[in-house]
């Protein structure tokens, strides 16, 4: 099932990222070891990680993975910390469904977009808010795609 909504807006305030190219079978690796330098540093993980996919490039994928975290922390060679990420203005997608579903759900998003004449100028945003693992069915899974607010 989803549900789409313009004018939509995601807010996320103290956040460190990492963006690099590997494998979807190396993505919850990639998270482990974000969660592991948190705590390292102090930090807590507030909700789940906001994933950004860039590019597909056969196997690989350039994947930008976002932590929401409880406290200000100095960036690192591998990871960024920001302040806040805003994105304004956005198409937002309300997916619930088994996870793997969501590749055909995001496709009719983007069909949404071209037939109502919207221009993104971000990549969608994945906000997992619920991964029910006794039934995959439940999971759901937020997609924000923020559009060009100019009319021309």
């Not at 549900?3 to 963006?19: A, D, P, W, Y």
């Not at 979807?24 to 807590?44: D, F, R």
């Not at 960024?80 to 759900?105: S, W």
């Not at 993104?120 to 029910?132: A, L």
Request: charged content about 25%; proline content about 3%; aromatic content about 6%.
């Amino acid at each position: 099932m989803i549900e789409i909504k313009e004018n939509q807006e995601l807010v996320l305030r103290k956040v460190i990222s990492f963006r690099g190219k590997f494998e979807q079978t190396e993505l919850e690796k990639v998270g482990k070891e974000m969660e592991s330098y948190i705590k390292n540093v102090g930090a807590k993980k507030l909700g789940n990680p906001v994933t950004a996919t860039y590019a597909v490039n056969g196997r690989l994928m350039d994947v930008e993975i976002i932590i929401p975290i409880d406290m200000k922390i100095k960036s690192s060679e591998k990871y960024t910390y920001r302040e806040q990420l805003k994105i304004i203005n956005a198409v937002e997608m309300l997916y619930k469904g088994h996870p793997i579903g969501l590749e055909d759900a995001c496709n009719q998003l983007n069909q949404y977009i071209i037939e109502h004449n919207l221009h993104p100028i971000t990549v969608g945003y994945n906000v997992t808010k619920n991964v029910d693992i006794m039934n995959l069915e439940n999971t759901e899974i937020d997609v924000y795609v923020g559009i060009n607010p100019n009319i021309v």
